[in-house]
């Protein structure tokens, strides 16, 4: 009776995936999965435990969303490339409990990678910020920079998510609406040898 219970679940588990719909971008740099997909002129919008993978292996940049409902708009072709997260998407709304992987490498060929998890988040393409809120824990991972990853807490957060960021640039902005935002780093301390 156990055995035939656990075969039972276990082909409701395999089966439940086979429902899912599925779209691809026509250049393969994007793709959905979800229950329940729409899609419409430059816009394609995933319901019900939705993941969106997206890369753009020139800039070295890979972006995994699951959440519960993501729409997300594109550029028409008319407008050319952009400067948007992998130089499609114009926008996107991500809601229902969101956890966003964005992975990049740097130009010295080290992997970053940024675990974000909140109630729900914003792409805007044109500054390429992703703004988060509720609940927001960001974990950042770099080691040429950390000797451990970097946490951050607080209620709404923005990551620029430009591969390479400029030196007046910020990479996170963490807020709280009462209380205390927080940063918990640990960096890698140099010591420079002075020359006698």
Do not use: C, Q, W
């Not at 993501?70 to 991500?94: D, L, P, R």
């Amino acid at each position: 009776m156990k055995k035939a219970l656990i075969l039972i679940l276990a082909a409701l588990a395999i089966s439940s995936s086979a429902f899912a719909a599925t779209y691809k971008s026509s250049d393969g740099r994007i793709s959905f999965s979800a229950p329940a997909l729409e899609y419409g002129n430059y816009k394609v919008s995933a319901k019900g435990n939705a993941v969106i993978d997206a890369s753009d292996k020139a800039k070295g940049t890979a972006l995994t969303a699951k959440a519960a409902n993501v729409s997300i708009g594109f550029y028409s072709s008319k407008n050319g490339s952009k400067t948007g997260i992998m130089g499609t998407i114009k926008s996107a709304e991500f809601s229902g409990g969101i956890t966003i992987t964005y992975k990049v490498t740097d130009a010295e060929g080290t992997p970053i990678t940024t675990v974000a998890t909140a109630d729900k988040a914003t792409y805007t393409g044109a500054d390429n910020i992703m703004t988060l809120e509720g609940n927001v824990k960001i974990v950042h991972t770099n080691p040429a920079v950390f000797t451990e990853p970097t946490i951050l807490t607080g209620d709404t957060a923005k990551i620029n998510m430009k591969p390479n960021i400029g030196p007046d640039d910020f990479k996170f902005r963490v807020e709280a609406k009462e209380g205390v935002s927080r940063i918990e780093a640990h960096p890698i301390i140099k010591v420079e040898e002075s020359e006698e």
